[in-house]
T-cell receptor, first 109, second 114 residues
C-alpha cells in the first residue's frame, strides 16, 4: 500500500530555533515529492523535489530528497511565529498525490 | 500560478440536506481535483474532475454521495449529498495545469453538519 509518513506529528519551538521536519514514503512509480504549508485552510506550495541530493532553498526554508532511502527533510532556520502551521508532504505518482498526515509546528515568541 | 476561487468558504448545514461547492479558476487547467480533510487529518483525494466526462472516484467515494461536474476547463462543482455529521470536513479544490507539476489549492470550504 502506498503511503507517506511524516514525523514528528507536532513540534513546539521558540523563535530563532532551527527545525527539521521528516517525510518518508513508500509509493510505487515515484515521480516527485512536494512540501506544502497549511495555515488555515488552503495548503500553499513550498517546494517540489524530483532528484536526489539537490537542495531546494527559499529564504530560511530548504529541502532535500533522498530517493535511495525514500525520504525528504524540510529545514527551517531562525524560526518565526509566522512559521507556525501544518507542513504537509505529498508524493506524486502518475497524476495522483499521496499526502502525509502533516507536522504541526508551533513557534512561540 | 492560477488563481482559484472556491465558495462557499464555510457553511453549517442540516443533516440530510445537500450542498454544492464551486471551484472557479482564472485560467484553463488540465486537471482539477477534490479533496476532503477531516478534523486533524491529512488530505484525502475524493475524485479527479474530468472535463466533459464522468469524474474518476477514489476508493471509498461514490458518485451518488459526491456528484461532480466539470463543464469546462475553468470550473467544477462538488456536491455533498444527504449529509451526516461524519461529512463535517474541509473540502478543497486543487488544480494542476501540467503533468508532474505542483497542484495549487483553493481556499477551501469548511463544512459543518448539525
Amino acid at each position: 500500500e502506498d503511503k507517506v509518513v511524516q514525523s514528528p506529528l507536532s513540534l513546539v519551538v521558540h523563535e530563532g530555533d532551527t527545525v527539521t521536519l521528516n517525510c518518508s514514503y513508500e509509493v510505487t512509480n515515484f515521480r516527485s515529492l512536494l512540501w506544502y504549508k497549511q495555515e488555515k485552510k488552503a495548503p500553499t506550495f513550498l517546494f517540489m523535489l524530483t532528484s536526489s541530493g539537490i537542495e531546494k532553498k527559499s529564504g530560511r526554508l530548504s529541502s532535500i530528497l533522498d530517493k535511495k532511502e525514500l525520504f525528504s527533510i524540510l529545514n527551517i532556520t531562525a524560526t518565526q511565529t509566522g512559521d507556525s502551521a501544518v507542513y504537509l508532504c505529498a508524493v506524486l505518482n502518475f497524476n495522483k498525490f499521496y499526502f502525509g498526515s502533516g507536522t504541526k509546528l508551533n513557534v512561540k515568541p | 500560478s492560477a488563481v482559484i476561487s472556491q465558495k462557499p468558504s464555510r457553511d453549517i448545514c442540516q443533516r440530510g440536506t445537500s450542498l454544492t461547492i464551486q471551484c472557479q479558476v482564472d485560467s484553463q487547467v488540465t486537471m482539477m481535483f477534490w479533496y476532503r480533510q477531516q478534523p486533524g487529518q491529512s488530505l484525502t483525494l475524493i475524485a479527479t474532475a474530468n472535463q466533459g466526462s464522468e469524474a474518476t472516484y477514489e476508493s471509498g467515494f461514490v458518485i451518488d454521495k459526491f456528484p461532480i461536474s466539470r463543464p469546462n476547463l475553468t470550473f467544477s462543482t462538488l456536491t455533498v449529498s444527504n449529509m451526516s455529521p461524519e461529512d463535517s470536513s474541509i473540502y478543497l479544490c486543487s488544480v494542476g495545469d501540467r503533468d508532474n507539476q505542483p497542484q495549487h489549492f483553493g481556499d477551501g470550504t469548511r463544512l459543518s453538519i448539525l
